[in-house]
């Protein structure tokens, strides 16, 4: 069985020959520092893992490396002033002019990562300048070129246009956490608003970019959405409604969905059955910042209705530890995520300073893992 199909069975939630293993978007800190700059899908061919390549095209994202490619339109003029590039600090501060005025944010980040230091939305009335930002349209020869090189390595993974792929964990990025949360409870209306006005920009992308081209998987959703960050009742309200309803565009043009969340997922396993994924990541354990404290209930309430994805700990297990416990870890969590299939093992999130040599015993375990 080759890699693609090991993963696309898995995905489909039946059995393949062998437990699928992979990583989180490889990034490209370690693969400078750890593996003599090689490629994403030279990585996981080294360590005999199953490939999950992120497709990347220039959207505007904040937390891609580098300085962003801005979309621009006649009512959304994007300017960044870099006031600092260097490696290890890069600070970027953005203007865009609209017909409704100004909107200005703010970003820091290294090598590893890109953080906010200044919202776009400060006040409720931002979001009337907020109608005016672009929705850019993929370039799908490109998409096709890529899903072509993996070939039967693996699989090509894209992703919904936006900071993030979900409405509500994208208004976070665009006004901050606490702030979302505060007018959540204070002004719902207008937050139902602002995640109408996402919805329908995503819906947009989906329509113009994502219909018809190569993609193994689509990722939504995000880290905001996590039930160590808002509680059941939020999620129902505002996450709920617009994630089932990219999720429903995305599956009538026959996308496979992967649901992220990157942190706590107990307290709305059902919940996020019930909009529609046809995967949920990344399972992550109270050790990275994650609230699964027991697998088998996620495994028989959520793995019953979707494929799982994650459950790795990239720091205390894949960095810290022996191969010995790396083995040990990988074999528990495919006699629990693992059983009966439907189950891709991968990390939890990104990793920086993994050795070589504790990869190859991370995926030498999970090739021991056979059905």
Not at 35 to 54: C, K, N, V, Y
Not at 64 to 70: E, F, N, T, V
Not at 319 to 345: C, R
Not at 347 to 360: G, K, M
Request: hydrophobic fraction near 35%; charge should be negative.
């Amino acid at each position: 069985m080759t890699s693609k199909e090991r993963m696309l069975r898995a995905l489909k939630r039946e059995v393949p020959d062998r437990l699928p293993v992979t990583v989180h978007q490889w990034q490209g800190y370690h693969l400078k520092y750890y593996l003599e700059g090689i490629s994403d899908l030279q990585a996981f061919r080294r360590f005999g893992m199953d490939a999950a390549i992120q497709y990347f095209e220039a959207m505007g994202q904040f937390w891609l490396p580098g300085i962003p490619d801005m979309p621009q339109a006649d009512d959304w003029r994007a300017i960044v002033d870099v006031l600092h590039n260097d490696l290890d600090h890069r600070v970027l501060k953005y203007r865009v002019r609209t017909p409704k005025g100004f909107l200005t944010y703010a970003t820091e980040g290294n090598e590893k990562t890109t953080w906010f230091t200044d919202c776009m939305i400060k006040e409720q009335e931002d979001i009337e300048k907020l109608k005016y930002i672009p929705v850019p349209n993929l370039e799908k020869d490109r998409i096709s070129e890529a899903y072509d090189r993996i070939g039967d390595d693996g699989i090509l993974r894209g992703f919904v246009w936006g900071d993030q792929a979900g409405c509500w964990q994208q208004a976070c990025c665009l006004a901050g956490t606490q702030n979302m949360i505060m007018w959540a409870m204070d002004d719902p209306a207008w937050t139902h608003e602002l995640m109408k006005l996402l919805l329908e920009k995503k819906l947009q992308f989906i329509e113009e970019s994502l219909a018809g081209v190569k993609f193994d998987i689509i990722e939504t959703g995000g880290g905001s959405a996590s039930s160590t960050v808002i509680s059941p009742a939020l999620f129902n309200e505002f996450c709920l409604p617009y994630d089932k309803a990219m999720h429903d565009a995305l599956h009538r043009h026959g996308h496979i969905t992967t649901y992220h969340t990157c942190g706590g997922m107990m307290g709305i396993l059902d919940l996020i059955a019930e909009n529609g994924t046809d995967a949920s990541e990344t399972l992550s354990p109270p050790s990275v910042g994650g609230n699964i404290t027991d697998r088998r209930l996620v495994k028989k309430v959520l793995g019953s209705k979707c494929a799982l994805i994650g459950g790795i700990d990239q720091y205390n297990v894949l960095t810290s530890s022996t191969p010995q416990m790396i083995n040990k870890e990988v074999h528990e969590l495919f006699e629990t995520y693992g059983a009966d299939g439907g189950y891709i093992m991968s990390a939890s999130d990104h990793f920086f300073d993994v050795s070589p040599e504790n990869l190859q015993a991370y995926a030498d375990a999970a090739r021991e893992c056979r059905y």
